[in-house]
Nanobody, 116 residues
Framework: VQLQASGGGSAQPGGSLRLSCGSSYRTFRYDSVGWFRQSPGKEREFVADLGWDGVTDYADSVKGRFAISKVNDKQTAYLQMNDLKPEDTAIYYC???????????WGQGTLVTVSS
């Protein structure tokens, strides 16, 4: 497995979860990483990304609540999710790409459920 996502589970509204994504790609420290999600009956949507240069981008729906990061020495990317809402319920996919490429590598997804 090249990208392994973990950390999903159940949380109550207002709660927090941290997703992890372990990568086995040798170029990880030079790559951009990101997260997408897909809710039942909905199209897959962008959540956040972190460029090789450290620049981050977030979907409007998660700005101020989610934070993306990576630790190159651990070959791991993270998505800290705070103040979770029921509409955050989805399967979350971590992604990785080389400079100048599209999101070419996808993890298997981890389920996040937010309910009271």
């Amino acid at each position: 497995v090249q990208l392994q996502a973990s950390g999903g589970g159940s949380a109550q509204p207002g709660g927090s979860l941290r997703l992890s994504c372990g990568s086995s790609y040798r170029t990880f420290r030079y790559d951009s990483v990101g997260w997408f999600r897909q809710s039942p009956g909905k199209e897959r949507e962008f959540v956040a990304d972190l460029g090789w240069d450290g620049v981050t981008d977030y979907a409007d729906s998660v700005k101020g609540r989610f934070a993306i990061s990576k630790v190159n020495d651990k070959q791991t990317a993270y998505l800290q999710m705070n103040d979770l809402k029921p509409e955050d319920t989805a399967i979350y996919y971590c992604v990785e790409k080389r400079i100048g490429r599209g999101w070419q590598y996808w993890g298997q997804g981890t389920l996040v459920t937010v309910s009271s």
